[in-house]
């Protein structure tokens, strides 16, 4: 088959791990002869010092017309300064935007390689194995008003929490889809005690609950989420909640797989059913992490397991997904590692022989 992927390598680390991604994709081309045809485009800083914007109509253009979009990372000190008309994140809002990503999926499965690779304790991270979907598109990052102004008293910010009915009933929805395939249970994330968005949210996901009477739907306030979360991991299989409460979150959680080097992410435009193929982007879930940049330092696999979920989810080839994935533990379960999750009596590598290692795998 022929696809075509728009690739957005960004900034910092993501140049780097972009290149490792591609090798994989292009090792599952070879094996299972298909073939992807990759279009660059620039996003984040990079874009801002070539084109004065975050994301350019021609780069957002391009998006549209692939199947799929991967990712790197944006964002760096050169671009931090907060009185700037312009930052690198703008670029990955608008991409989300313009695109409808309304649905983050973010993976977290502790690998038992890993285990005694974190800083939490073995026996409470073994076999914990979620996913969290977290809304994208609305809430606190896009709602309006959003805005600074001048008082007689000083200056004043503010950002909205405001959510529709259907916003919160299409990525529920999500959530209760997921489960299904999974083991059936589903954890929404609110602060219902205190927000009227989140009353809102529960009772909406109460609603929608009445269709999927196969999923146990429980409601769990986000503080004690956080504190879940590292007490108890394995207690959870699909979490769903709004945008800012699954970005906290979702960064919590990776430090459970070991590094944010190990997570991958994708942001979708419909919701996920078996057979489907629905256009997304993928990308890992850490930053750009700039003191790493260049080094061939940074940990690949998470935007390797990006490329899985692009196969999977935009481009229906799960089987091909399966392969990176076994790949992947494979070269873990033979004692490579990254500086990010390095461990004694393991074998340092960087981030050129790891994709080296896992397109090997790959190609059998
Ligand atoms: P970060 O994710 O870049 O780094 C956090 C920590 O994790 C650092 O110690 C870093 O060295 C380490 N790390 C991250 N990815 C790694 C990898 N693949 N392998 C090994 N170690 C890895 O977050 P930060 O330091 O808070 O932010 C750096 C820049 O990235 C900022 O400009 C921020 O705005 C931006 N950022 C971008 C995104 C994105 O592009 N989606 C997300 C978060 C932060």
Redesign the pocket.
């Known amino acids: 088959m022929q696809f075509e992927i728009a690739v957005l390598p ?5 140049p ?2 972009i290149t490792e991604g591609i090798k994989v994709l292009e090792a599952i081309g070879k094996r299972f002869n298909h073939s992807f045809n990759l279009h660059e485009g620039l996003v ?2 990079a874009a801002i010092d070539a084109e004065g914007t975050a994301l350019s109509d021609a780069t957002i253009k391009m998006c549209r017309q692939a199947d799929a979009v991967l ?7 050169k ?2 300064d907060p009185l700037a008309k312009v ?3 703008d670029g ?1 809002l608008k991409l989300r935007g313009e695109l409808g990503l309304f649905a983050n999926l973010r993976p977290v499965k502790v690998s038992p390689m890993l285990v005694d690779s974190t800083n939490l304790k073995p026996e409470v991270i073994r076999g914990a194995d979620f996913i969290f979907v977290r809304e994208l598109t609305g809430g606190l990052y896009f709602a309006q008003p959003k805005k600074r102004w001048e008082t007689a008293k000083g200056r004043m910010a503010t950002d909205s929490m405001t959510y529709s009915e259907q916003e919160i009933e299409r990525i529920v929805r999500v959530g209760f889809e997921l489960a299904r395939l999974r083991r059936k249970k589903l954890t929404s994330v609110d602060k219902a005690n205190v927000l009227e968005s989140s009353r809102l949210w529960r009772q909406v996901a109460m609603e929608v609950a009445k269709e999927y009477p196969d999923v146990a739907l429980d409601h769990m306030l986000v503080d004690a989420c956080s504190m879940r979360l590292i007490q108890n991991p394995t207690y959870f299989d699909v979490l769903v909640t709004e945008n800012m409460f699954g970005d906290i979150l979702t ?1 919590e959680a990776s430090m459970l797989a070991g ?4 997570l991958p992410s994708a942001s979708l435009a419909g919701v996920p059913k078996e057979g489907v193929r629905i256009f997304g982007m993928y ?10 940049a260049g080094l061939d ?7 390797i397991l990006s490329v899985a979920m692009m196969l999977r989810y935009s481009l229906g080839l799960d089987k091909e997904a399966s392969v990176i994935e076994k790949a992947v533990d494979d070269v873990l379960s033979q004692g490579y590692r ?4 390095m461990a004694e009596g393991k074998t340092k590598v960087g ?1 050129a022989e790891m994709g080296d290692l896992i397109a090997k795998k790959v190609k059998g």
């Open positions: 960004g900034d910092g680390i993501g780097d791990v984040g800083g990712l790197g990372a944006v964002g760096g000190p671009w931090d930052h690198p994140e990955l960064d590094s944010m080097g190990m990308e890992p879930i850490h930053g750009s992490a700039p003191r790493r330092m940074a940990n690949p696999i998470a935007i990254t500086y990010d999750i981030t």
